[in-house]
């Protein structure tokens, strides 16, 4: 499939015709990376603040929205035609598994190790299982049955990891959000910079490549250490379901209401596993600080 190239059109002064051209693929490489970059350090710096007040489970619901996968999808849908989008969403619905397997790794080996060795291994099996992806033709019904089976395994394994409650208080410095974004804003460009090369063939499988979660973890297992963020990737388990059956949404919306409607209602879908999920949660706080009746 040839790819679609965004174009530069300018009108002729005198008269209305227009001559287009293809954009500099570099403004378009550009462009992409400042959007993630900013899209991914005002949500790590959110989660973070998040985390140290509110607690992990508020974290890990903003930590599973599809915000960086968000930012690449608004520069694949310029750049390609729908069916490559609709495509390109199996790819991603089947990678939400192994944003699970990520999750499960580090929270494991968070609970002893130290932030270097419990995030590098974790992102390691993250791209062995990515590339393993390429094995399979995957279609809708793949992509959920995967879905199910680990999710299935993966959040039961999870639960004695979760935790409630917000985490010690410390000092904060006049610097301090402005570093989380630096931070974050670093890593995601090292990735983009480093998955150009991959071609269109994995573009769904590394639009959720988990950038956030992994930016977050750089911030909070130093500050309140690994028990605590890994509390948040134990949480995130249940509403990274709302990540496969988003992009499940996108690539069946694609055709019957065009692209842009398709992400809006994603992201909706997104959104909603999220919302169904704290509200949940609240009904249970509430029935269990009431009184029980004599």
């Known amino acids: 499939m040839q790819r679609d190239r965004l174009m530069d059109c300018r009108v002729k002064p005198g008269n209305d015709d227009r001559k287009c051209k293809p954009m500099n693929p570099l403004y378009i490489f550009l462009f992409d990376l400042a959007l993630k970059m900013a899209f991914t350090a005002i949500v790590v710096v959110v989660i973070s603040v998040v985390v140290e007040h509110s607690g992990p489970f508020i974290g890990a ?8 996968a968000g930012a690449a999808y608004i520069i694949l849908a310029f750049e390609h035609p729908p069916d490559f989008i609709a495509a390109s969403a199996v790819g991603s619905a089947a990678a939400a598994a192994t944003v699970s397997v990520f999750a499960l790794v580090y929270t494991v080996l968070a609970q002893r190790h ?45 639960w004695r990891y979760r935790t ?49 979660m992994a930016s977050s973890v750089v911030i909070l297992h130093p500050r309140v250490g ?69």
Do not use: E
């Not at 619901?61 to 960086?68: D, W, Y």
């Not at 062995?128 to 793949?142: G, M």
């Open 226 to 294: 690994g028990v605590v963020s890994a509390s948040m990737f134990a949480h995130a388990q249940i509403a990274l379901n709302g990540l496969w059956l988003g992009f499940l949404a996108v690539h069946f919306l694609v055709a019957p209401l065009g692209v842009w409607p398709a992400l809006g209602a994603g992201l909706l879908v997104c959104v909603a596993w999220s919302g169904v999920l704290w509200l949940f949660r609240a009904r249970r706080i509430r029935a269990a600080s009431s009184p029980t009746a004599p």
């Open 114 to 158: 130290g932030l270097i060795l419990s995030l590098g291994v974790a992102m390691a099996v993250w791209f062995v299982a990515a590339l393993a992806l390429r094995l399979v033709a995957w279609t809708p019904l793949s992509a959920t049955l995967l879905n199910i089976a680990v999710f299935g395994l993966i959040v039961p394994l999870s």
């Open 61 to 68: 619901l903003i930590a599973a929205l599809p915000t960086a």
């Open 164 to 212: 409630s409650g917000a985490p010690a208080k410390f000092m904060r410095t006049a610097y301090d959000i402005p570093l989380r974004a630096l931070t974050a804003a670093i890593v995601v460009a090292a990735v983009t910079t480093a998955s150009t090369s991959l071609g269109s063939f994995l573009s769904g499988v590394f639009a959720v490549f988990p950038i956030v």
